[in-house]
């Protein structure tokens, strides 16, 4: 969930709606223009007031920003250049009073769209962060825009381009291979985007102004209120569903350890608190410790376990630093089952590698210094950590030593920063030999990813897997996956062979009171695959993509929601839009989606 990118672009619409940019644009010294509204800011109070009536008659938002995105350079992006250096004058001047005070008052004229409490809590949850970032920032205006509200290419600019050294030449690709029908297997849960939420309540308003309901307040008149077990609109899951969802897995699901990939926290992303985010982890690490006492997970961390939420600070920032987080995920991932010789770069910054199984290696990345909802990273996101290094000297002690790995985050990589994510592909294009699988989440949506070779862009060689989140939110059914693998023996491929989607009937539970599950579909069977190698996640596609109206991307879709929604609701640009997704595995890939066709 984009925390704080939502408020801004709200922000900026009430700006759009309330001054003239070119008059703006027109005045030859922006410093005069400052200096003039900090000394008239009640003057300036008023103007923004005056002008409720136009924003209040205004469109929609999200058609306006859907609208303003299809334009070449939206105007959103002018209003972006003439801000940031706007904000840095007055952080220059010692004048941020000014800035909190200005966004204040915004938040009062766009109750419309954003409820008001929700937006003063925003503004005080990030603003010190953002006062900071702008300070110390190297990156100019053009390119806060470019990574902020993609206006322009980040690759255009060289200040945002890096590179990650590979060492030695790549070996000949051997593509996976079907092992013997009687070979060992092994099963792994994939649990992702648990999100419960403490302060859920039964029969409270879930269609709220707010980006989290079902926590306050009675249902409108016409309008159900919140279901027991959970609710399809605005809500995260209350504790007692994911208790059933997790005993139910402990005691149906046959698996040898789990994948554990990120955000536990609730979405409240207004008004969290440290306290609130180390009671999470504690208490719903503490229910999968006595639910699944005798298994190992593997865990990740996700945005939402920071607080604010998002902002990972790298040790280069001395006023803020986040190893209050790191420090109780360490002592935490210890007790889920983690050797201690983990904890030192747990610590360090929430990533570290282990040996599951003789010959298959774990490394578990904390990609939130990826993601570009991490302001931080615009102090300076190159390889922030050292991660994609150390991941790279991983691979090559794996490779040279006959070991396969999977490789788990929560962020999928397409979701991060241009630079981070094609360093990134490159890595696994090197590696493609000895990396055996990816597994994401995030997104709360069943979807794959095939990553494709950087000389070859129709080779496939490496797939990734975002696996279905635990929470409802938004319009899905609560779900988790479970993979079966190539097991432990000598010279294993430890790759996919198949795996099985598990959801909760949300409907169903909430009508009869009482948990429903239901084995949603296994991959194989659904999509009439041989084998669930990169080769046959190509031909796949290739399928959707000759019908992209026919039932195959309908059942896809279906998929995709959990069985929130039926596929024929997604017409044929969603259909592209969802195809493009299973395609793409770098961010700002101009060419990956090329080949699906745009018409009927």
């Not at 770069?345 to 990609?367: E, Q, W």
Request: glycine share 4%.
């Amino acid at each position: 969930m984009a925390c704080l990118t939502y408020l801004l672009l709200v922000l900026v619409f009430t700006t759009l709606t309330t001054i003239d940019t070119r008059s703006v644009q027109q005045e030859p010294n922006v410093e005069l223009l400052l200096t003039k509204r900090i000394n008239e800011n009640k003057r300036l109070t008023m103007t923004i007031a005056s002008y409720r009536h136009r924003f209040e008659h205004s469109p929609n938002f999200k058609a306006f920003r859907w609208a303003l995105s299809q334009q070449a350079t939206p105007p959103y992006c002018d209003f972006c250049y003439l801000f940031i250096p706007a904000l840095q004058f007055l952080i220059e001047i010692n004048e941020t009073v000014h800035i909190e005070n200005v966004t204040l008052v915004l938040c009062k004229k766009i109750e419309l769209f954003l409820d008001i409490d929700v937006c003063y809590g925003a503004v005080h949850e990030y603003k010190d962060a953002v006062i900071e970032i702008l300070s110390i920032t190297p990156l100019n205006s053009k390119e806060l825009c470019a990574l902020t509200f993609d206006c322009e290419n980040p690759a255009d600019f060289p200040i945002l381009r890096w590179n990650v050294t590979l060492p030695g030449s790549k070996p000949t690709p051997k593509p996976p291979q079907p092992p013997s029908p009687d070979s060992p297997k092994l099963k792994i849960l994939h649990l992702s985007d648990i999100h419960v939420d403490f302060s859920y309540k039964p029969d409270s308003q879930a269609d709220c102004t707010k980006p989290l309901c079902c926590r306050e307040g009675q249902a409108r008149p016409g309008q159900a209120g919140a279901g027991f077990w959970g609710d399809y609109r605005n809500c995260d899951i209350p504790i007692w569903t994911a208790q059933a969802m997790l005993q139910y897995a402990s005691a149906i699901e046959d698996f040898d350890f789990i994948y554990y990939t990120g955000d536990l926290p609730p979405h409240n992303v207004w008004n969290q608190s440290r306290d609130e985010q180390l009671y999470s982890i504690k208490t719903i690490n503490q229910l999968l410790t006595q639910i699944f006492p005798n298994k190992t997970f593997y865990p990740a961390v996700g945005n939402h376990e920071a607080a604010p939420c998002n902002l990972f600070p790298t040790p280069a920032i001395r006023s803020e630093n986040i190893s209050w987080l790191y420090e109780a995920l360490a002592d935490s991932w210890l007790t889920l089952g983690l050797p201690s010789d983990t904890r030192d770069t747990i610590s360090l910054g929430a990533f570290y590698t282990t040996i599951v199984r003789p010959g298959l290696r774990l490394i578990s990345l904390n990609m939130n210094y990826c993601s570009s909802e991490n302001y931080w990273l615009f102090v300076n996101a190159t390889d922030p950590l050292g991660q994609l290094q150390w991941l790279v000297q991983w691979l090559q002690y794996a490779e040279d030593h006959d070991e396969k790995v999977h490789i788990i985050g929560h962020h999928p990589p397409r979701s991060c920063l241009a630079a981070f994510s094609w360093n990134f592909h490159s890595i696994v294009n090197r590696y493609e030999n000895t990396i055996a699988g990816q597994f994401y989440g995030h997104t709360h949506n069943d979807e794959f990813i095939v990553f494709y070779d950087d000389a070859d862009s129709q080779r496939p060689i490496s797939m990734a897997y975002v696996t279905p989140s635990l929470t409802t939110q938004a319009f899905l059914n609560p779900g988790y996956r479970v993979y079966t693998m190539d097991g432990s023996y000598q010279n294993s491929s430890y790759w996919v062979l198949d795996h099985r989607t598990v959801i909760m009937n949300l409907t169903a539970s909430n009508s009869y009171n009482k948990t429903i599950f239901v084995d949603e579909y296994g991959a194989r069977d659904a999509y009439q695959m041989q084998n669930l190698f990169p080769l046959d996640w190509h031909n796949l596609t290739q399928r959707m993509q000759n019908d992209i109206d026919g039932p195959l991307m309908t059942l896809a879709y279906t998929y995709y929601t959990k069985s929130y929604s039926n596929g024929a609701k997604c017409d044929h640009e969603c259909r592209r839009s969802l195809l493009c997704n299973f395609k793409t595995a770098r961010s700002d890939d101009p060419h990956a989606c090329d080949s699906i066709p745009t018409y009927r």
